[in-house]
């Protein structure tokens, strides 16, 4: 029978509570869990309740929780990006078995020390790259092993950012600012590098990137724009109010759960009162022109591979309804995958068309695509030993880091060209 794991949870918001905590809760998850740590006192009684933890199980500092040794057979770390570091070093130190969030951490030294540190101490580390684990990118990945379009020559990469989604997380949310949290290029994109580099199997050379913050910003705020949206009498498509009670409308009229992102990060168990109180002061609630943000609304990446395949891409936060789409050019054909649409086009060359529907390849598209639930169910037998390797190990994820960085690197200092091998020992650009 296979062992149920007990699991701790580091970071009680959308991912660690409402993604990876709900799903241990399931029936059948493999998994228990035991204790939670959250700084935040209201998101962590949320939790306890939602868990049906005991007091002396949830904790506001993690040290607490470490100081109680290994409880657990895992650990889940969901916690801020600038925090990462600290509490992955101290799980590994305990001989924690990890799932840990992307991006690994906002320093480039830190995700290597702590690749080398989880090597060294045997851990398993699981990065939650989990659009690696989507039915329709594994039937791409399949697709491109079998070769149907021969030897591949370009893959386009596109991160379509909603305008809604770039004004909730990385306007006014928790990813606004890169002081305090990681590049747009990390936080966003380390999933398309990811992809980039799992459907390609290169090794990157080198590459470029251009982006810049172009449109929120105060210079194009509206004449009588107020500091916050309950306030403000201009008639904006970012206005918080109508956005976030709009969304809280939706749900209620059509009988769906409102504690979900992104009500839940605004207010803690949101109603309309909640809501309201919560964008009269917090940064849910800022005009996205008069925000603290500092995160490119746009940015192109050109990466150029091992074996001469160029990959491009493109991070842009005015789409109408997101979504990736990845173009894969081949000597004898091309794919075309759209998240939007759900299809996946095979073109080979002088035979026709076919389409592929996301619903012929699985029934779970919650959550990533599906990724999420696949992604759990997978570390639960890797820990469980019922699989060798992992699909999204931490040495895996470390290298799509590197580009990220890379990348910003480059936007930064006028696109210059990195030397991606030399990135891992420090490189700063300068030749000299």
């Known amino acids: 029978m296979k062992k149920v794991l007990k699991m701790a949870i580091v970071g009680c918001g959308a991912r660690g509570k409402e993604t990876y905590g709900r799903y241990a809760m399931r029936e059948n998850s493999g998994l228990s869990i035991v204790a939670i740590c959250d700084t935040n006192p209201i998101k962590l009684a949320s939790a306890k309740e939602e868990f049906n933890l005991s007091s002396d199980m949830c904790f506001t500092d993690y040290n607490d929780l470490f100081s109680l040794g290994k409880i657990a ?3 889940v770390i969901a916690n801020y990006d600038q925090e990462h570091f600290d509490v992955t070093m101290k799980a590994i130190e305990l001989g924690y078995d990890i799932l ?14 702590i690749r080398d540190f989880a090597n060294e101490k045997n851990v398993k580390v699981t990065v939650c790259h989990v659009m690696r684990y989507t039915s329709y990118y594994m039937y ?4 491109l092993k079998d070769n149907v379009i021969g030897d591949l020559i370009a893959i386009e990469q596109t991160e379509d950012v909603s305008y809604w989604h770039m004004a909730h997380a990385f306007v006014r949310g928790n990813f606004r600012n890169s002081n305090t949290t990681s590049p747009m290029i990390l936080q966003k994109c380390c999933h398309d590098f990811d992809l980039i580099m799992y459907l390609t199997e290169e090794r990157p050379v080198s590459l470029t990137s251009v982006g810049d913050l172009r449109y929120f910003k105060e210079l194009n705020a509206p004449k009588g724009a107020c500091e ?18 709009g969304v809280y409308d939706d749900k209620v009229n059509n009988n769906l759960e409102t504690n979900v992102w992104p009500l839940s990060q605004v207010a803690e168990n949101p109603t309309k009162e909640r809501l309201l109180k919560s964008l009269e002061s917090s940064n849910w609630g800022r005009c996205v022109f008069k925000s603290d943000n500092n995160v490119v609304d746009h940015q192109f990446t050109t990466v150029k591979l091992e074996k001469g395949t160029i990959a491009t891409l493109t991070m842009i936060g005015f789409s109408n ?16 995958l759209d998240e939007q ?5 095979i073109s080979v060359f002088g035979q026709r068309k076919r389409v592929v529907h996301f619903d012929e390849l ?9 990724g999420d639930n696949e992604m759990m169910r997978e570390f639960v037998e890797y820990l469980n030993s019922e699989t060798t390797s992992i699909t999204s190990s931490i040495n895996l994820s470390v290298d799509s880091h590197i580009l990220a960085f890379a990348s910003e690197y480059s936007r930064l200092n006028n696109s210059v060209s990195i030397d991606v091998k030399k990135i891992e020992k420090g490189y700063d650009g300068n030749e000299n």
């Open 73 to 75: 057979d895992c650990i």
């Open 100 to 113: 840990l969030e992307k991006p690994i951490s906002h320093s480039l030294e830190e995700c290597i020390k």
């Open 140 to 143: 791409l990945k399949k697709l």
């Open 228 to 245: 916050y949206c309950v306030n403000c009498k201009e008639n904006c498509i970012f206005n918080a109010v109508d956005f976030y009670l």
């Open 321 to 336: 309804d997101g979504g990736r789409q990845t173009h894969c050019y081949g000597t004898k054909g091309e794919i075309y």
């Open 341 to 345: 649409r759900r299809t996946i086009e």
């Open 362 to 370: 699985s029934e779970d598209f919650t959550g990533h695509g599906g």
